[in-house]
């Protein structure tokens, strides 16, 4: 199972909006709503910040926000802070009952 | 207050063995799929592994497959990797995880809590 595809980084600057693109195929992403989204400080473990393509947890903020498209999900991130500036990592359930991760994306804010 | 915590993590010869743990408090632990997940170092995340709510389903990466089982005691709400035939690029941090919401293999809602990881280093 390869990896999910992201950008390698992603900037933006205080207040704009960015998106993070993940792509796979029809045997995860695209056959299945179940894609969650993580936010990983450095020396920290990750975060659940989207699940099921689009729903946020309890207490995540609604800057954030998820969709897919065939076999594209993305993330959002609208106004952009300080404290967003992080990796992020996409992952989806496959048809082999497995799991996937993205490669991760590093998002700065300039 | 949910908390994972692994332990067992090491230094091992390649070719070794090494069998992690993670004990978990907070939730009812039998009522919910458990997973490992591996960050080798500078790198991302790698899913190594899952197991159903009542061992009665596994799953693997391909890297894995062979040479790493999953279990769970329930009993003792504790997770557990036995790692076999150790290799270099096995060399990374172990956190357990756990479902948000689901207890079989087939269902995958996003890991709502995690540990903070045992390092785990082959190397001779």
């Known amino acids: 199972q390869s990896a999910l595809t992201q950008p390698a980084s992603v900037s933006g600057s205080p207040g704009q909006s960015i998106t993070i693109s993940c792509t796979g195929t029809?045997?995860?992403?695209?056959?299945?709503?179940?894609v969650s989204w993580y936010q990983q400080h450095p020396g920290k473990a990750p975060k659940l910040m989207i699940y099921?393509?689009?729903y946020r947890p309890s207490g995540i903020s609604n800057r954030f926000s998820g969709s897919k498209s065939g076999n594209t999900a993305s993330l959002t991130i609208s106004g952009l802070q300080a404290e967003d500036e992080a990796d992020y990592y996409c992952s989806s359930y496959t048809s082999s009952s497995a799991l996937v991760f993205g490669n991760g994306t590093k998002v700065t804010v300039l | 207050e949910v908390q994972l915590v692994e332990s067992g993590g090491g230094l091992v010869q390649p070719g070794g063995s090494l069998r992690l743990s993670c004990a978990a408090s907070?939730?009812?632990?039998?009522?919910?799929?458990m997973y490992w997940v591996r960050q080798a170092p500078g790198k991302g995340l790698e899913w190594v592994s899952g197991?159903?709510?009542?061992?009665?389903?596994?799953a693997y990466a391909g890297s894995v497959k062979g040479r790493f089982t999953i279990s769970r005691d329930n009993a003792k709400n504790s997770l557990y990797l036995q790692m076999n035939s150790l290799r270099a690029e096995d060399t990374a941090l172990y956190y357990c995880?756990?479902?948000?919401?689901?207890?079989?293999?087939?269902?995958?809602?996003?890991?709502?809590?995690w540990g903070q990881g045992t390092l785990v280093t082959v190397s001779s």
């Open positions: 907070g939730f009812i632990f039998d009522d919910y799929t």
């Open positions: 197991i159903s709510w009542n061992s009665g389903s596994t």
């Open positions: 029809s045997s995860d992403v695209g056959g299945y709503n179940y």
């Open positions: 995880a756990k479902d948000q919401y689901c207890s079989p293999i087939n269902c995958y809602r996003g890991f709502d809590y």
């Open positions: 099921d393509v689009s």
